[in-house]
């Protein structure tokens, strides 16, 4: 850990969440064999591994009664690894909010069938990391949603994820 105070939300220590010392794991190499299963995690998005994006969450199932073995904190990670934007809001709000002003800016487009989503994924691959943290009890999916909601409301020395705020 480094030398900065811990960031307590709910009694609970998210720093290893916002710590620059902790590796911030690149979606282009996502080692999601190394998050324990079964649980749910709570994981933020770093752009360039400076800007904090989004605050998301996995595993919590289809319910909130869901049992703890039936939560896969895996698959989120991978879902958003590949860029189709197709039910998965983080991959809409890189596209809109990433990929289109690089489109406009650069003046090239050529339709083609997958082709937003593919650049999408490229720059998830080429710009974005993560940080998670596992949580693997009974009201795992309850822990995860409440510290979602806080932080993005806004952490003191952090602020608000850019992508996904609350006010």
Request: net charge neutral; with cysteine.
């Amino acid at each position: 850990m480094s030398n900065t105070l811990p960031i307590m939300i709910n009694d609970r220590d998210v720093s290893p969440l916002f710590d620059p010392s902790v590796p911030a794991i690149p979606f282009s190499a996502p080692r999601v064999n190394e998050i324990p299963a079964p649980g749910s995690i709570i994981y933020t998005v770093w752009r360039d591994q400076i800007d904090f994006i989004y605050v998301g969450i996995g595993g919590v199932g289809q319910s909130a009664d869901t049992p703890l073995e039936k939560r896969n904190p895996r698959s989120r990670i991978v879902q958003h690894s590949s860029g189709r934007r197709s039910g998965d809001q983080f991959c809409v709000y890189v596209h809109d909010f990433y990929v289109i002003p690089d489109l406009i800016v650069s003046g090239k487009y050529t339709p083609d069938k997958g082709l937003l989503d593919r650049m999408t994924k490229e720059y998830i691959h080429g710009h974005l990391h993560y940080r998670y943290m596992v949580f693997q009890s009974d009201d795992s999916s309850r822990i995860v949603r409440d510290l979602e909601t806080t932080i993005q409301r806004g952490v003191v020395g952090i602020g608000k994820p850019f992508l996904n705020p609350k006010s």
